[in-house]
């Protein structure tokens, strides 16, 4: 069993705005549904439809305006990553239906998302490709210009699946066939992928992972949530070592962060199930054996709820070393919502930081140099903003921008940095990929 590293908590921030909190009334629904099951079906049924309601009433539509849902509320696959090459050229990567198949397509704008190439299929045949909300495919680069995808391949449902990798060698003209990153072939859980790409040019690909709930099934004893593995190549994505298991007890749901430190090693920031059943966020360095070091907790809400919210962290690290992460909890009052903290090099952490208002959701961070940017989701009723608290000093302050706001479904925001500064990537229904600098700095 791994051990965990607690470091005090700090004191909330007061700021909390007032209003409805859809979170809050998230969280209180999941509560109740677990314990409504176990008083017996009958009592659920007509419970349930009293929470609804209370649901409906108090907060119109949130799931669907946080999680891209459309007017019809069939879900619409926005989900769009993208990075940023040497020369200054984006590539955004993205889930296509052609001709009646899904393909991960690539396009690619030298003009800062101005203009678009046409899509690019990277598979030569069509799967199934998850691509909304906390699962999307993802793009990264190696030391030499190498392009490197990940996407999950869904199964059945909730999230079985397999992490499924791809790579071109030569700028994107051809792609190898597609290759399942985990050793693991079980009919489980693999989902909820991220990738990142060391100063070495190792690639980690870290996944959620059921296979310990799997094992204790069989043994009939009780496991929470499911795991944090994955697994490095050192050859350019020609072969992967792993699976290698970061923690038991994560969250069955939740995106992954991965950032590199100051020292150039790649960390993880899930959100963890600690017992008996509080869903705060852990933190670990991954390395390239697999060799398992300390997971620290990360954040101290005390959240108590037996679900899965489908809002995970994200994480970034300044050049000094401080470690930028935004997450999400659905307590009530003051406490809960999105919020940011810094740590410092030594891992104090600072008092949570409350964004937004009440409609807050599915932040993300970004650090160049000294200009950090923390962006969200934001519904008024009608439309959707992205909202952001930018500092050009590390942290010490703070002002607060609209980037882009929409009136139809979208994905959720995402940030890269380019040569020049933090980049917002924001793909919508409307408007498409949406490319905005986020602070000061111009790409």
């Not at 700021?15 to 176990?38: D, E, L, Q, W």
């Not at 923690?247 to 995106?255: G, L, T, W």
Request: charged share 20%; glycine share 10%; with cysteine.
């Amino acid at each position: 069993m791994v051990d965990l590293v607690t470091q005090g908590p700090a004191k909330h921030d007061k700021t909390m705005m007032s209003g409805v909190r859809p979170s809050a009334i998230y969280g209180k629904i999941m509560n109740k549904i677990v314990c409504i099951y176990k008083a017996g079906l009958a009592v659920a049924a007509c419970l349930l439809a009293l929470t609804a309601a209370a649901f409906a009433e108090n907060a119109h539509d949130v799931h669907a305006h946080q999680h891209g849902a459309g007017a019809s509320g069939k879900s619409l696959e926005l989900g769009t990553s993208a990075a940023m090459d040497k020369e200054g050229r984006l590539w955004a990567v993205t889930r296509e239906v052609i001709d009646g198949g899904q393909f991960v397509v690539l396009q690619t704008s030298t003009d800062m998302g101005k203009t678009w190439s046409s899509p690019e299929k990277v598979l030569q045949a069509p799967e199934p490709i998850a691509a909304n909300g906390e699962v999307i495919p993802k793009i990264a680069f190696g030391s030499k210009g190498e392009i490197y995808i990940t996407y999950t391949k869904p199964i059945a449902p909730p999230h079985i699946g397999d992490v499924r990798f791809v790579r071109s060698l030569d700028g994107g003209r051809t792609f190898s066939a597609p290759v399942t990153v985990h050793a693991n072939r079980d009919v489980i859980t693999h989902n909820f992928e991220s990738m990142i790409v060391d100063r070495a040019g190792r690639i980690y690909i870290a996944w959620i992972d059921g296979r310990g709930l799997k094992e204790a099934k069989a043994r009939h004893q009780a496991y929470s949530g499911s795991a944090v593995y994955y697994a490095v190549s050192d050859d350019g994505g020609a072969t992967f070592k792993g699976d290698y298991k970061v923690a038991d007890h994560s969250c069955e749901c939740c995106r992954i962060g991965l950032a590199l430190n100051q020292q150039g090693n790649p960390v993880a920031l899930w959100r963890h199930v600690f017992a008996p059943n509080i869903r705060d966020h852990a933190l670990a360095e991954l390395t390239p054996d697999g060799k398992r070091l300390s997971v620290t907790r990360a954040t101290f809400d005390d959240w108590r709820i037996d679900a899965c919210p489908h809002h995970g962290p994200s994480i970034a690290y300044g050049p000094d070393g401080v470690r930028h992460q935004v997450w999400f909890n659905g307590k009530d009052g003051d406490g809960g919502g999105v919020l940011y903290a810094a740590a410092t090099a030594t891992g104090t952490i600072g008092t949570p930081m409350a964004l937004g208002s009440a409609q807050a959701s599915h932040a993300d961070v970004a650090v160049h140099g000294k200009h950090v940017a923390l962006v969200w989701k934001q519904f008024d009723g009608q439309t959707t903003a992205i909202l952001a608290k930018l500092s050009d000093d590390g942290g010490a302050s703070w002002h607060d921008e609209e980037l882009a706001r929409t009136s139809a479904d979208s994905d959720q925001p995402h940030l890269i940095t380019s040569s020049s500064g933090n980049v917002l990537v924001w793909r919508t229904q409307n408007e498409g990929i949406r490319v905005i600098p986020a602070g000061k700095e111009k790409p």
